[in-house]
C-alpha cells in the first residue's frame, strides 16, 4: 500500500508540473496572426456595407473618424507572441558589403509607404533587429515572429502602433 500511495504522489506531482509548466509557457507560445487581427472588430463600424462615396471622402467627419479607426488597437495583443507575414519597409539602411537593416516597418502589402500613402498605424509593425539582417526586395514577402508590444503612434515609423 506505501508503494501505491508513493507512486500514486509521483504521478500526482509529476502531473501538477507539467500543468504549471506548460501555463507557464502559454505566453511564450507564437500564435500565427493575421493584418486584420491588428485591427478590433468594430474599428470601422462607421463605414456603410453599400461602401464609401465619394462624397464622404469630402466629409471632415467621415475623414477623422477614419484617421481615428486607424489608431485604434487590440489591447489582447499586448505582449503576446505572434508570427505574421508582410513587406520590409527599411528605415536605415548600412550600405556596406551586404545592404542589411536593423530596423524597419512591416506592412501588408508590398511598395506601401514608398509609392503609395501609408497603411494606417494599426497596420504597420514596427520591427527592431537583434542583429543586422540583409534587406529584402520590395516584392519578396518576410515572416516575423516575436513579442508585439502597443505604443503611441511613432511619426518616424509612419504613425506605427504596433512594435
Known amino acids: 500500500m506505501k508503494i501505491f500511495c508513493k507512486i500514486f504522489q509521483r504521478i500526482i506531482l509529476f502531473l501538477f508540473l507539467t500543468i504549471s509548466i506548460s501555463f507557464a509557457n502559454e505566453d511564450n507560445i507564437s500564435k500565427d496572426i493575421s493584418w486584420t487581427d491588428l485591427l478590433p472588430k468594430d474599428a470601422f463600424d462607421f463605414v456603410p456595407e453599400s461602401g464609401v462615396t465619394d462624397e464622404m471622402w469630402s466629409d471632415p467627419e467621415f475623414i477623422q473618424k477614419v484617421e481615428q479607426a486607424g489608431l ?25 558589403e551586404a ?65
Open 72 to 96: 485604434v488597437t487590440v489591447p489582447s495583443l499586448e505582449g503576446k507572441y505572434v508570427k505574421i507575414t508582410g513587406f520590409m519597409v527599411p528605415l536605415e539602411v548600412d550600405y556596406g
Open 99 to 163: 545592404e542589411t537593416v536593423n530596423e524597419f516597418v512591416l506592412v501588408p502589402s508590398p511598395g506601401m509607404c514608398m509609392h503609395v500613402p501609408p497603411p494606417p498605424p494599426n497596420q504597420l509593425i514596427l520591427i527592431k533587429l537583434s542583429k543586422p539582417e540583409i534587406i529584402r526586395m520590395m516584392y519578396q514577402p518576410i515572416g516575423v515572429m516575436g513579442k508585439i508590444s502597443i505604443n503611441p503612434p511613432k511619426e518616424d515609423t509612419f504613425g506605427s502602433v504596433y512594435l
